[in-house]
Each structure stands twice: as structure tokens, then as C-alpha cells.
């Protein structure tokens, strides 16, 4: 594995850089490590229909999954904040719908990645299978 705790958080903070949040300045970035050492970014992308509104989870998800990515994942980096101040708040956590779609990529490799959650004064450290207990995934379709 090559990449460690601080440089996937540190590759989620760059990520939040290149978020395009015009309505919220609320800028998010995420990073997810895969066991072959791989790591994939994303950024919140906002629209002015605001439902059309993509998270750095789901953005990360489709370039990985658009990448042809599809090993084990092993880890997820979130960090957020006001532009200029990213990281300075609370820990952000993923949305009900970014723990969905990261449930699907970590069913592919039968993971249950760690989540670190970033914030100013602590980084939360949680399962997936934590902040989603009792997921549906591509098992219940069978």
C-alpha cells in the first residue's frame, strides 16, 4: 500500500480545493485508497438546480468506477469547510447517499473500509459498515 492516514486526508484537502461550490463556498473533498495502493479524488460539484448537486464521495465513486477501478477498498478521506478555511469546522461525515454509493464500490472487493472524517480538532475514524449498519447492497438482489 502506498499511501498512508495523513496523505490520502492530504489528498482530499488538495481535492477540496477544486470544488465548484458557487452557491454553498461549502467545499468538500474526498480521497479513496484502494488496496493496490491506488488513490482516486473527487470534489463537490454544485449546480443551480440544487438537487443535481454532486458530493466529492460520488464524485470519486464515478471516477474510479469510469476508471475501471474495482479492487479492494480500503479507505475514504472527507474534509470540508468554508473555502479557505477547509478542515477548520467540524468533521464532516459522508451523506445517507455518498455511505449508499461507497457501499457499492466496497461491496466489489467485499471490503468494510475505515472512514476518517476531518475535522479542526479530530479526525473521526469509523467503519463504513458504522455509518451504514445493515447496507443494501447487490446481495440483497439475489
Known sequence: MS???ESLIEAARDAAKRAYAPYSDFHVGAALG?????VVTGANVENASYGL???AETVAVGKALSEDWRGRLEAVAVIG??????GSGDPVTPCGRCRQILNEVAA??????????VGADQTLELTLSELLPRAFGPGALE
Do not use: H, M, N, Y
Open 3 to 5: 499511501w498512508s492516514r
Open 34 to 38: 484502494f488496496a493496490d495502493g491506488s
Open 53 to 55: 448537486t454532486l458530493c
Open 81 to 86: 469547510g468554508k473555502a479557505g478555511a477547509v
Open 108 to 117: 466489489l472487493g467485499d471490503s468494510d473500509p475505515t472512514i476518517w472524517c
